[in-house]
């Protein structure tokens, strides 16, 4: 329960800011990320807030709504610190390699990177549960992963592919602080 409205809530906090831009006369989406500006450095931080109009935030809407739920089934603390890992490293990675000058905005880095978590978290963990999720995933949506590839101009290749890794680099810091809590805990077997 507390997973939905958590994904609810994030998503309609998209849709207020996306209205807010529409109405307000100023131009929010160029608080994005700007390629190696140092000015552009603070856009990592609300990049994943905006989107250029509403058929991008449209097109962004599902598959965050099904992976930031899919992604808290650890609980909103590790939920919260997946999302950080994957924010920061996905907008690091599109300041340091997106075009100079271009402002890149949008949640689908997001997207990507909790996609990525739920997809190898299984293979960190050794869970034949997490495991069978990340088959259903591949099944359903794998085709998505051609995104961290260039080729489609005015999409953020950049955005998608670090972001991604950001979502496979959380998975292994998630595996690697559940294994350290099972081998501090009394009567556990540690690996």
Do not use: C
């Not at 958590?6 to 160029?30: G, K, N, Q, T, W």
């Not at 899919?70 to 919260?80: D, H, P, R, S, Y």
């Not at 924010?87 to 000058?101: D, E, F, H, R």
């Amino acid at each position: 329960m507390a997973a939905g409205i958590v994904a609810l809530s994030f998503v309609a906090l998209l849709y207020l800011i996306e209205l807010v831009d529409v109405i307000v006369p100023a131009d929010l989406d160029m608080g994005g990320v700007t390629a190696r500006s140092l000015s552009g450095l603070d856009g990592i931080l609300w990049a994943p807030l905006l989107h250029h109009g509403w058929s991008h935030l449209f097109a962004n809407t599902v598959p965050v709504l099904v992976f930031a739920f899919l992604a808290m089934a650890g609980g909103i603390g590790q939920w919260v610190a997946v999302t950080a890992t994957i924010w920061i490293v996905g907008g690091l990675g599109v300041w340091l390699t997106a075009p100079a000058g271009v402002v890149t905005v949008g949640a689908s880095g997001l997207a990507f990177g909790w996609l990525a978590f739920l997809l190898v978290r299984g293979i960190f963990n050794r869970s034949i549960a997490q495991l069978l999720v990340a088959v259903v995933l591949m099944f359903i949506w794998g085709g998505m992963l051609w995104g961290v590839l260039p080729g489609n101009p005015g999409i953020s290749w950049q955005g998608h592919l670090f972001g991604a890794l950001g979502g496979v680099l959380a998975a292994w810091i998630v595996a690697r602080t559940d294994k350290t809590k099972a081998a501090k805990t009394p009567g556990s077997l540690g690996a």
